[in-house]
């Protein structure tokens, strides 16, 4: 599984690292919605998001005090040429065990984890579904 799923990740603003595309989001967005626009500002995707994969809290960094960050998987439709950010990032598609290693968030980590058992429990309920239909009478 974790070789055949590609996911995209970012490289921060300031090249130190990679990441996924994240940001916060304005009083007259969703979170989804926020999701969205940073995946379009930082990494030049378009897409479908799915269901919120968790809630983290974490320290900034810059800042020292706490954030909320929700991951939310996209399914990616369009790949664009350019993108607000292009110049400040680069964006890189690589396999699942790949983005875990080089991600710099421990709690992007945890929202990949998350994102791998769902698709393989998914996977997995299609085939049992699958299995039951041939064995039907």
């Given amino acids: ?8 990740v970012v490289s921060s603003q300031k090249g130190r690292g990679l990441m996924f595309p994240k ?22 995707v378009l897409g479908i998001i799915e269901s919120e994969l968790g809630q983290w809290n974490f320290i900034s960094k810059r800042y ?3 954030y909320e960050g929700h991951m939310f998987p996209m399914f990616v439709k369009e790949q664009l040429d350019t993108w607000p950010e ?7 598609w690589m396999t699942v065990a790949e983005a875990r290693e080089v991600c710099q968030h421990w ?5 990949l984890d998350i994102l791998v058992q ?20």
């Fill in 107 to 111: 709690w992007m980590k945890e929202a």
């Fill in 23 to 44: 940001g916060g989001w304005e009083l007259d967005e969703s979170v989804e919605e926020a999701a969205c626009r940073e995946s379009l500002e930082e990494a030049g």
């Fill in 86 to 92: 292009k110049n400040l990032r680069r964006r890189i």
């Fill in 64 to 66: 020292g005090i706490y």
């Fill in 1 to 8: 599984m974790s070789n055949e799923l590609e996911v995209l």
């Fill in 118 to 137: 769902r698709i393989v429990s998914s996977q997995q309920r299609k085939e049992d579904i699958a299995l039951d239909d041939s064995l039907s009478f």
